[in-house]
Nanobody, 116 residues
Framework: QVQLVESGGGLVQAGGSLRLSCAAS????????MGWYRQAPGKQREFVATITSGGSANYADSVKGRFTISGDMTNNTVYLHMNSLKPEDTAVYLC??????????WGRGTQVTVSS
């Protein structure tokens, strides 16, 4: 099993910034992708950003140009730098890890609230 611990959420005004962190532990051999999803109240979980062990990043259109994902695969840690936050970014942000191309894991999440 993989344990994921997120931190860095909080309350911020629109236009502000936050940085989320996630550390993976446990059965971490073979991690090839780390990233973030989010889930707003009453909505389905949606993709935000991922980064591969090779350093390739992928973003949802809604966050491109505002969010930056970075990873330290040596320490199995991933970060999400969020700038120019909007009220519609309000959600629980869940850390995501994929191992050996087939095993998917999500953390419990950290709340991000953006006030207008």
């Amino acid at each position: 099993q993989v344990q994921l611990v997120e931190s860095g959420g909080g309350l911020v005004q629109a236009g502000g910034s936050l940085r989320l962190s996630c550390a993976a532990s446990g059965s971490i051999f073979g991690i090839d992708v780390m990233g973030w999803y989010r889930q707003a109240p009453g909505k389905q979980r949606e993709f935000v950003a991922t980064i591969t062990s090779g350093g390739s990043a992928n973003y949802a259109d809604s966050v491109k140009g505002r969010f930056t994902i970075s990873g330290d695969m040596t320490n199995n840690t991933v970060y999400l730098h969020m700038n120019s936050l909007k009220p519609e970014d309000t959600a629980v942000y869940l850390c995501y890890v994929r191992r050996l191309r087939i095993y998917n894991y999500w953390g419990r999440g950290t709340q991000v609230t953006v006030s207008s």
